[in-house]
């Protein structure tokens, strides 16, 4: 079947995982309140995580985008001495063992300063640790492969060839516990979808298909006749994709509010022969994905149940 999620943010609840600090908040406190701080934040989060995980069962929601900052400043040398794993272990096993119970795949999307094709050295150094948080995460949840971690390709530096072969090299630099999750996302200036689908069958790794990306920077290729090469990258985990609406012919770019139900339609029959998860990359979150089936049922349409089983 086709599954909907949302990124991070429900807009219909108060509780959201995300709550966090600064470096510089944390530099005016000792070493004893900064640690407390970053304690009762994490410990915020992992009760809002329950809430929204809760929330998302309720509304049949089973793929959901936990946020970066669900551990506050984790890879940063302010919460040095920090060990947030072990202090919290419970609650990674209580919150593990209701996203397990109930099927929910979650998946995380590192930061937009993890560039792991970066010719600069300490850039990468801090996206491999970046990348290494965010799977250290999800393996204490007790989550499987289809958990995964989402990222570009990167920048391109001049020379494209030269920028995917840096990708290629720099992920055999990465410990196995993250080669296992990670996968990568076409974006909507630098790297196409072709691009994106030929350097993870070079290095074997999962595409995330963004079909709004493909929309706004490709080589004029039908996306629908790459669907078996993307789906096969898959192997026997669940394909991801990624859909939004543009929010105006002038912003094409910038994502809309919600999702045109009838360009939603008309995609997901060409998804609909597989068993896909589909997020919904919307500013109205939560409420985009409801409202969209809404719209769908209005019209007589339950998308979540289109694809063959």
Not at 23 to 48: C, G, P
Not at 120 to 132: A, C, G, L, M
Not at 186 to 207: A, H, K, Q, W, Y
Request: proline share 4%.
């Amino acid at each position: 079947m086709i599954r909907l999620g949302y990124a991070c943010i429900s807009v219909n609840t108060k509780n959201n995982p995300n709550k966090k600090t600064t470096v510089a908040q944390l530099n005016k406190l000792d070493s004893e309140a900064r640690l407390k701080k970053l304690r009762q934040i994490l410990q915020t989060n992992f009760f809002n995580l329950m809430d929204i995980l809760a929330y998302n069962v309720e509304n049949r929601i089973f793929l959901y985008r936990l946020p970066s900052e669900f551990v506050p400043l984790a890879t940063h040398p302010v919460a040095e001495g920090w060990d947030w794993a072990s202090e919290f272990s419970w609650d990674f096993q209580k919150a593990g063992e209701f996203i397990r119970k109930h099927g929910i795949r979650m998946t995380s999307h590192p930061g937009h300063f993890s560039i792991l094709n970066s010719d600069k050295p300490n850039v990468v150094q801090s996206t491999i640790e970046d990348f290494r948080f965010h799977s250290r995460v999800f393996d204490l949840f007790g989550l499987d492969d289809n958990s995964v971690l989402v990222t570009h390709v990167g920048g391109i530096s001049g020379d494209k060839a030269a920028a995917l072969d840096r990708f290629a090299q720099n992920f055999e630099r990465l410990p196995d516990t993250v080669k296992r999750r990670l996968v990568v996302e076409n974006d909507d200036t630098s790297f196409t979808m072709v691009d994106v689908l030929e350097l993870c069958e070079r290095i074997g790794i999962p595409m995330v298909l963004d079909i709004h990306h493909h929309r706004c920077h490709s080589e004029g290729e039908n996306w629908i006749d790459y669907l078996p090469r993307i789906i096969r990258t898959w192997g026997d985990r669940t394909p991801k994709f990624h859909m939004s609406s543009p929010r105006s012919e002038k912003e094409f770019r910038s994502h809309a509010d919600n999702i045109d139900p009838d360009d939603f339609v008309h995609i997901v029959e060409s998804l609909s022969p597989y068993n896909v998860d589909v997020m919904l990359e919307c500013k109205n979150k939560d409420d985009a994905l409801l409202t969209l089936r809404r719209e769908l049922g209005k019209r007589g349409v339950d998308a979540e149940a289109l694809a063959q089983s």
